[in-house]
């Protein structure tokens, strides 16, 4: 079975903090993915990267940078965190855009910048 | 862009009823199409993945079905629980990402 774990459940920061949140999967997956869920707007997609090294904007990537130094391994970071990045913060993984393209979830980081 | 809805956004049902969701998508040229599960709080759980080629997947009481054409999935899910209770999300896969809907809250009520 994949595996995506995600650093914290719960998280509680300072508007203006800098923010890492982790992610990282054990199938040596290609492709891993940040999403940002708040009601009525459903999923929409702040990050993606194909490989080591490798990332490209999604929907929503203003306030927001990332990085993968290792496959298995996917950091989203809040520069200076701003109330209005209070979400759930969900990351996915594929195996790689040559294959179905499943995507796998981990079980979600709540934010909460005050 | 692509867009995707779905209706209702919540829906009541007794336990043992059948039940349809619906989910609808704008662009027709997609990879494949995915639904999922989510609970209270927690991530996405992956039901079924529809391939584009494909016109429907079953698993266990749950059968979805895909007709590109019109841009339209179905979920049918048979004999429900209450531990069917959840808000379900249906996905379509462009070239790059995962475009989701906003979900079905289901609720069984025993």
């Known amino acids: 079975d994949v595996k995506v774990t995600q650093s914290s459940r719960y998280l509680v920061k300072r508007t203006g903090e800098k923010v890492f949140l982790e992610c990282v999967q054990d199938m040596d997956h290609e492709n891993m993915f940040w999403y940002r869920q708040d009601p009525g707007l459903g999923l929409r997609l702040i990050y993606f990267?194909?490989?080591?090294?490798?990332?490209e904007k999604g929907d929503i990537p203003e306030g927001y940078s990332v990085s993968r130094e290792k496959k298995e391994r996917f950091s989203l970071i809040l520069e200076s965190a701003s109330t209005n990045q209070t979400s759930m913060y969900l990351c996915?993984?594929?195996?790689?855009?040559?294959?179905?393209?499943?995507?796998?979830f981990g079980p979600g980081t709540r934010l909460t910048v005050t | 862009k692509q867009e995707v809805t779905q209706i209702p956004a919540a829906l009541s049902v007794p336990e043992g009823e059948n039940l349809v969701l619906n989910c609808s998508f704008t662009d027709s040229a997609i990879y494949n199409l995915q639904w999922f599960r989510q609970d209270p709080g927690k991530g996405l759980t992956s039901l079924l993945l529809i391939q584009s080629s494909q016109r429907e997947q079953t698993s266990g009481r749950l059968n979805a079905s895909l007709d590109k054409s019109s841009g339209r999935s179905t979920l049918y899910i048979a004999a429900s629980q209450p531990g069917d209770s959840a808000t379900y999300l249906c996905?379509?896969?462009?070239?790059?990402?995962?475009?989701f809907g906003t979900g079905t809250r289901l609720t069984v009520i025993p």
């Open positions: 990267s194909y490989d080591v090294k490798m990332k």
């Open positions: 996905a379509v896969a462009g070239a790059n990402n995962l475009f």
């Open positions: 996915a993984s594929s195996l790689s855009t040559a294959q179905p393209y499943e995507q796998y």
